[in-house]
């Protein structure tokens, strides 16, 4: 079975999620929402990886077929953090370098830099404040085994790069737009360094060899189900669609 990172860790979250978006195949609604985090961070990334910020800005805007007062609350707030981005987050030699390896796993590591011939730093970035989240994380542990696996080179060290979202709630107005800009460009990118551990990738196989058995698809009731895209689903077992695609 080929998996990603991010299929086995929707199986980790609650395997009847999994069957619904995996077996299933069932999507939510487009979220065309101006403050949308997976529009943000596709263009924080743009931003990033061509060391322009209207290529972010433009990233942003070709999700919609307007753009209105509160798009542009958005685009204000992608102009405050990306120019920190591209000063603070080194140049990487790869940009969305993938791993495929057939019938197991596919992935992307964000960025590598360059350290010596053969040797890179590994970043995956994060359009996130919930850094106590992510440490914990099997992700980058996973694309330094597959990384190391696949070619001749070696990682030296493991990165998420946190590029902060704003603290302080838009008010309704938009008065206070500045106020977030302001605060946006006085915080730095947060660099939190990860220690290879063999155990993270080890669970990852077990977890995904689970799967590979899977028959049942259990939910698994926790903190998460809140923001879970597909909850409305949940009582219904995943018969009710009109809420989808």
Same mark, same amino acid.
């Given at each position: 079975?080929?998996?990603?990172?991010?299929?086995?860790?929707?199986?980790?979250?609650?395997?009847?999620?999994?069957?619904?978006?995996?077996?299933?195949?069932?999507?939510?609604?487009?979220?065309?929402?101006?403050?949308?985090?997976?529009?943000?961070?596709?263009?924080?990334?743009?931003?990033?990886?061509?060391?322009?910020?209207?290529?972010?800005?433009?990233?942003?805007?070709?999700?919609?077929?307007? $753009?209105?007062?509160?798009?542009?609350?958005?685009?204000?707030?992608?102009?405050?953090?990306?120019?920190?981005?591209? @000063?603070?987050?080194?140049?990487?030699?790869?940009?969305?370098?993938?791993?495929?390896?057939?019938?197991?796993?596919?992935?992307?590591?964000?960025?590598?830099?360059?350290?010596?011939?053969?040797?890179?730093?590994?970043?995956?970035?994060?359009?996130?404040?919930?850094?106590?989240?992510?440490?914990?994380?099997?992700?980058?542990? $996973?694309?330094?085994?597959?990384?190391?696996?696949?070619?001749?080179?070696?990682?030296?060290?493991?990165?998420?790069?946190?590029?902060?979202?704003?603290?302080?709630?838009?008010?309704?107005?938009?008065?206070?737009?500045?106020?977030?800009?302001?605060?946006?460009?006085?915080?730095?990118?947060?660099? @939190?360094?990860?220690?290879?551990?063999?155990?993270?990738?080890?669970?990852?196989?077990?977890?995904?060899?689970?799967?590979?058995? @899977?028959?049942?698809?259990?939910?698994?009731?926790?903190?998460?189900?809140?923001?879970?895209?597909?909850?409305?689903?949940?009582?219904?077992?995943?018969?009710?669609?009109? @809420?989808?695609?």
């Amino acid at each position: 079975m080929k998996v990603s990172y991010s299929k086995v860790d929707t199986y980790n979250t609650c395997p009847f999620l999994y069957k619904l978006k995996y077996i299933e195949h069932l999507e939510p609604k487009d979220d065309l929402s101006p403050s949308n985090p997976l529009f943000i961070g596709t263009a924080c990334h743009e931003g990033i990886e061509t060391r322009d910020v209207e290529k972010a800005v433009e990233s942003y805007k070709s999700h919609f077929d307007e $753009i209105t007062s509160e798009h542009e609350v958005e685009i204000e707030k992608i102009k405050s953090i990306v120019p920190k981005a591209i @000063e603070q987050i080194p140049d990487c030699e790869f940009y969305e370098y993938k791993l495929d390896v057939p019938d197991e796993f596919v992935g992307y590591i964000d960025g590598l830099v360059k350290v010596d011939e053969g040797l890179y730093d590994l970043l995956d970035f994060k359009t996130s404040n919930n850094i106590s989240g992510y440490k914990t994380s099997p992700q980058v542990h $996973i694309y330094k085994y597959y990384f190391e696996r696949l070619t001749e080179n070696k990682v030296r060290d493991l990165y998420y790069v946190f590029i902060p979202k704003s603290a302080i709630k838009l008010n309704e107005d938009l008065s206070n737009v500045k106020e977030i800009t302001d605060e946006l460009k006085s915080r730095d990118i947060h660099f @939190e360094k990860i220690d290879f551990d063999k155990q993270q990738v080890n669970y990852f196989f077990a977890r995904k060899s689970l799967l590979e058995k @899977e028959t049942n698809f259990q939910k698994r009731y926790s903190s998460k189900c809140n923001w879970c895209q597909l909850r409305k689903f949940c009582k219904t077992n995943g018969a009710d669609r009109s @809420e989808l695609k």
